[in-house]
């Protein structure tokens, strides 16, 4: 028989994409570095993710995941196995996330962005087969993550810059619909969640969010999009976002955490937010910051209940 304790993690992250209002913020990270990790007196380790995680009062553990790790690049945090997540799932500490790169992204790892780019606007066809051999390893990967138990994915996809979509929202339909209805159809049949994680000014994508009918969007920028506005137009989304960049820079000055707090004001209404960083933790110093920004957004939080 199974322990009903298993299926608490489970349990509290669904309260977490469906309750609104929330009486307190929600929080998690998308990527937690082995150098952030070595501020906090960690190792690299699996166990030790997940007891950061909670000795910062989040609210899930997100674990970059692959089946190999050939053609990934050197971005300060580690990758997992599926396996990992099982192991994660059953110490029962916290909702367990899956993060996976998508099939865009496998491919600007291999061959870089403006190769990526170039092959697309040379030769589509040929792109196109390339991209479907792609989309079946990673919904491969995707259905061993909910095969080890994961609580809800994030599919890593940068699809933009700071000025807008790096091809046209068209080409983009064309490209990545089939993968996303997939994976959706796939992780909503298991009765999960997943979120959609790219870099960028993603505004002009909101109608292809919409259809694609993901549950949210993780680690998204404020300052190229306005997570208001973003919001507002995909009001049945969860936003797991809030903290750019430049917040975590040691010298922050404090017209920029004031502008971060009132957005967290003025998203919590809407009882879609889960607070998170936009780049990831991994450099030494987003660990003070990082106990700073989630003391001041807690504090916000109360005070405009």
């Not at 050939?70 to 899956?98: E, M, N, Q, W």
């Not at 707090?261 to 003070?288: E, M, Q, V, W």
């Amino acid at each position: 028989m199974t322990n009903k304790a298993e299926y608490q993690p489970g349990d509290k992250i669904k309260k977490m994409f469906s309750s609104r209002p929330r009486v307190r913020m929600p929080k998690g990270e998308v990527w937690m570095g082995t150098d952030f990790l070595a501020q906090a007196g960690f190792s690299d380790t699996l166990d030790n993710h997940s007891r950061l995680a909670h000795e910062l009062g989040m609210d899930m553990i997100c674990l970059p995941t692959a089946d190999t790790m050939v053609c990934k690049p050197a971005l300060g945090y580690r990758y997992f196995r599926p396996l990992d997540i099982r192991t994660a799932v059953r110490s029962g500490h916290l909702p367990v996330v899956a993060v996976v790169d998508g099939p865009l992204q496998e491919m600007v790892n291999q061959a870089g962005l403006m190769e990526t780019l170039t092959h697309w606007i040379r030769d589509r066809k040929k792109f196109m087969e390339v991209y479907t051999l792609e989309q079946e390893k990673i919904l491969a990967v995707v259905a061993q993550c909910l095969d080890m138990g994961a609580h809800a994915l994030v599919i890593t996809d940068d699809m933009a810059s700071e000025r807008g979509t790096m091809i046209s929202p068209g080409d983009i339909d064309t490209m990545c619909t089939g993968f996303y209805a997939r994976a959706v159809e796939m992780v909503h049949r298991a009765g999960r969640h997943l979120l959609l994680h790219s870099c960028g000014k993603i505004t002009g994508l909101v109608t292809l969010f919409d259809r694609w009918k993901i549950d949210g969007l993780a680690a998204v920028q404020h300052g190229p999009n306005n997570l208001v506005e973003l919001q507002h137009k995909l009001p049945d989304c969860i936003i797991m976002a809030g903290i750019d960049a430049d917040l975590l820079e040691p010298e922050t000055p404090p017209g920029p955490e004031e502008d971060f707090l009132n957005t967290i004001a003025l998203l919590r209404p809407s009882g879609g937010l889960i607070l998170c960083s936009a780049c990831g933790l991994y450099k030494r110093h987003h660990f003070d910051r990082i106990k700073r920004i989630y003391a001041l957004a807690e504090k916000r939080w109360l005070e405009s209940a």
